[in-house]
T-cell receptor, first 114, second 112 residues
């Protein structure tokens, strides 16, 4: 069966510090991978998606970057965090088929930037 | 661009029916979804409907789709306290990599 892991679960970082959040998927090959941010009162915002190793598309300009060094690994990074980067970060995966293409979400990382 | 709108909050009494509404803008959407998020957790797919359907029923859940008005609703019959969560409406575009756009989420509060 497929599982998705995210770590850490919670993180408190000072403004200006770097960030690295990791997401890994097990039990599937060549998934589409996504990073979302859920900020208070702003719903779910798609930050990045990837259809393959080294292929990253950014949905919105921001202080963050993403990388996919391996097929089932997706990393969200920042060189210098801003206060506005606080939020709940969710990784998700899906496999494109001629079907309803469910997205499967990880447990999330709660990031607080102080 | 795609846009999905939902009300922020809904409060119902246990045993009553809940109806959560959503409007979307992309008329070429292929699938529309309802995801559920329990506190502090990720989202889970609750149900979905293909764009050529008007209604889908799954146990206590009924999804209604009005393509003309681009309106989607989720009805939960006999709402239970365990249904308290945030419900996200989402649409999947037909082209490109079939991006899914989520609404802001409706927080359902069930009062015992």
């Amino acid at each position: 069966s497929q599982t998705i892991h995210q770590w850490p679960a919670t993180l408190v970082q000072p403004v200006g510090s770097p960030l690295s959040l990791e997401c890994t998927v097990e039990g599937t090959s060549n998934p589409n991978l996504y990073w979302y941010r859920q900020a208070a009162g702003r719903g779910l915002q798609l930050l990045f998606y990837s259809v393959g190793i080294g292929q990253i598309s950014s949905e919105v300009p921001q202080n963050l970057s993403a990388s996919r060094p391996q097929d089932r690994q997706f990393i969200l990074s920042s060189k210098k965090l801003l206060l506005s980067d606080s939020g709940f970060y969710l990784c998700a995966w899906s496999v494109l088929r001629a079907s309803y293409n469910e997205q499967f979400f990880g447990p999330g990382t709660r990031l607080t930037v102080l | 661009g795609e846009d999905v709108e939902q009300s922020l909050f809904l409060s119902v009494r246990e045993g009553d029916s809940s109806v959560i509404n959503c409007t979307y803008t992309d008329s070429s959407s292929t699938y529309l979804y309802w995801y559920k998020q329990e506190p502090g957790a990720g989202l889970q797919l609750l149900t979905y409907i293909f764009s050529n359907m008007d209604m889908k029923q799954d146990q206590r859940l009924t999804v209604l789709l009005n393509k003309k008005d681009k309106h989607l609703s989720l009805r939960i019959a006999d709402t239970q306290t365990g249904d308290s969560a945030i419900y996200f409406c989402a649409e999947r575009e037909s082209g490109g990599y079939q991006k899914v756009t989520f609404g802001i989420g409706t927080k359902l509060q069930v009062i015992p």
